[in-house]
């Protein structure tokens, strides 16, 4: 099991004075430029990160200024003492001494660091901004030192780690300072790609978790401000022109284009969640081992090593490089792509596996490439009539890319517009939008999650998606329990019983056993109707006690105190402070947990159409 997350940030380092703060939060325009602000760190944080990495690879492959690791058709000979392949062995031990160090200076129960996704769903967009800086150096060393990770995960780490620290110094409301670190994710995503309605769209469907015309404004700000900041910094674009290149043949694409483009969405989905459960056997595989955790990565970057030795450079970092070969004209042969998609996958897989920082974003889109070239020579074998369809194989590799991708990150729109930003061209994009949602439906369907939504599973959290449900975390039974409970020893006798609670004064009573454990709850009605029946009097309370083994504890979420009402059948359940000493701390009715609900549901909702006050 990965460790839990860490609780929301502390106080802020650094705050804003009092009427500017109250400027920020009552005032639009002022989030919309804070927005800009956040956009603008954005794109420096991706020209900073991409620029490290990419010193780090000429430093340990003595690589030509500028020229991508994973465009190489072999190793060099004079890098790293004449052993490149050993360079990911080296930044894995370099990540396990930062590991070890964490470790002896925060001792053994070291929390893992929020992510943005997680950040918004669970903490009301809270991040720590030491942990983002942590996580974004291990990925820049990751990357750079070759293993097949791309840097996708550090960008927008450190930018929505920033926006959170800025929000939280201004104090800024829940829904606001989610929208910020959604702004900053946008900034990052766009910087990263050159694509702002990428980024925009990035942040709407997987950080912020939803669209709205509060949100617009200040996430397409950001977004456009990271695109604009990296374009003018950036030494050489994110990605090819695709635009430049044949998509389709000499004939205009058509509705029939759709049923292969249909059917490569399904291919991918497939592929992308072999790929996922693929790290996850990796993973199990490096814990099972019992290899001390500073280590893994070091026979992790060992193995990454000797695969690019055996078969390609290709394999390594990213995969930038490797992506401008795969979407250029000449394609490789059929037997070469298959190779290299097993190399890539397997590659990405023990990166990530062994403890390497990073994600699949990139090393999807690579994947995705290599699949729709691959689908586009084998298809005319297997399918005839096939050469009548309009698209060419740079065509399906575009919609490879964005159907591969879909399936591992999430975003059908996002990946959608990324296709779009990067042809040009409608008619594709079209094809690509009715391949992405075949893909991300059959991987919803029939497996549920995204790369990163699964690893939260794994962990043992229930997020699907980045829909804020921490205030529902938040509305505990604690909170809206009733304390002023006098709860009655259980051999009262009944006589008694009865004349202390007469019928008309409130109709449940709580009762204890001898060590003031809990034993139930007695309906009063139901008492004296007993106790008509039998002459006046019964011999024992416990007759008529209900729901001794029903009741509710104080750290349940008003969602699972729900689900008890609705398995005991009751409407009003004893809380207690734990499940050994089953003592009576309160009492909740049915009716207060669902009105409180109710009304937190509807404050969120005013929230996220930006209605609240």
Not at 501 to 522: Q, T, W
């Amino acid at each position: 099991m990965s460790p839990s997350p860490s609780p929301p940030t502390a106080a802020p380092l650094v705050q804003a004075p009092v009427r500017l703060r109250a400027w920020v939060r009552g005032n639009e325009i002022a989030l919309v430029g804070l927005a800009a602000v956040t956009g603008c760190v954005g794109g420096l944080v991706v020209v900073a990160m991409s620029g490290a990495s990419q010193f780090l690879r000429e430093i340990l492959y003595r690589l030509p200024a500028g020229q991508r690791l994973s465009s190489l058709t072999d190793l060099p000979t004079d890098g790293l003492m004449g052993a490149p392949f050993l360079a990911p062995a080296l930044g894995g031990a370099i990540l396990g001494l930062l590991l070890l160090i964490a470790t002896r200076g925060r001792g053994k129960a070291k929390r893992a660091v929020v992510d943005p996704i997680e950040a918004n769903a669970l903490h009301g967009g809270r991040m720590s901004l030491r942990g983002s800086l942590d996580v974004a150096a291990q990925n820049v060393i990751s990357n750079g030192c070759g293993a097949s990770v791309g840097l996708e995960a550090g960008y927008t780490q450190v930018a929505s780690g920033i926006a959170s620290r800025l929000g939280i110094a201004f104090e800024m409301r829940r829904s606001d300072l989610r929208t910020l670190v959604g702004c900053g994710s946008a900034a990052a995503i766009a910087a990263a790609f050159g694509s702002p309605l990428t980024g925009a769209f990035y942040a709407f469907e997987l950080i912020i978790g939803t669209y709205t015309i509060a949100t617009l404004a200040p996430v397409v700000v950001a977004a456009l401000c990271g695109s604009l900041v990296a374009r003018a910094l950036a030494p050489q674009p994110a990605l090819v022109d695709v635009g430049a290149l044949a998509l389709a043949k000499n004939t205009a694409l058509g509705a029939g284009d759709t049923l292969p483009c249909l059917v490569l969405g399904l291919v991918c989905a497939g592929l992308a969640v072999l790929l996922m459960r693929g790290v996850t056997l990796v993973e199990h595989g490096f814990r099972a081992s019992r290899l001390p955790a500073p280590l893994r990565p070091v026979l992790g970057g060992l193995c990454v090593g000797g695969l690019a030795l055996a078969t390609t450079p290709q394999v390594l970092s990213a995969g930038h490089g490797a992506l401008h070969i795969t979407l250029a004209p000449e394609a490789a042969g059929l037997g070469a792509l298959a190779g290299l998609i097993v190399a890539k996958a397997a590659a990405s897989a023990m990166s990530i596996g062994s403890g390497f920082r990073g994600g699949l974003f990139f090393a999807s889109l690579f994947l995705g490439a290599l699949v729709g070239r691959l689908f586009a020579g084998l298809a005319p074998l297997v399918w005839p009539g096939f050469e009548g369809f309009g698209l060419a194989p740079v065509g399906y590799a575009v919609i490879g890319m964005s159907a591969f991708a879909v399936a591992i990150v999430g975003g059908p729109l996002t990946m959608t517009f990324l296709a779009l930003e990067m042809t040009g061209s409608f008619p594709v994009t079209g094809l690509v939008l009715a391949s992405v949602i075949a893909s991300s439906l059959t991987v919803r369907k029939t497996f549920g999650y995204s790369f990163a939504t699964w690893r939260f599973h794994l962990r043992g959290e229930s997020i699907r998606s980045a829909h804020d449900v921490g205030w529902m975390r938040s509305l505990t039974v604690g909170r809206m329990m009733r304390k002023d409970i006098r709860p009655v020893p259980l051999d009262t006798p009944m006589a008694t019983f009865l004349r202390a609670h007469p019928l008309g004064s409130p109709s449940r009573v709580v009762v204890v056993d001898e060590h003031d454990r809990y034993a139930g709850i007695v309906l009063v009605p139901e008492a004296h109707a007993r106790a008509a029946e039998n002459g006046g009097e019964t011999p024992h309370l416990a007759d008529v006690v209900r729901y001794p083994g029903s009741f509710l504890l104080a750290d349940m979420t008003v969602k699972q105190a729900a689900e008890a009402f609705d398995e005991a059948e009751s409407e009003e359940l004893a809380v207690l402070s734990d499940r050994q000493s089953r003592r009576v701390i309160g009492l909740l009715t049915e009716s207060h947990t669902l009105k409180r609900y109710s009304e937190e549901l509807d404050r969120q909702r005013r929230a996220m159409l930006g209605e609240a006050a």
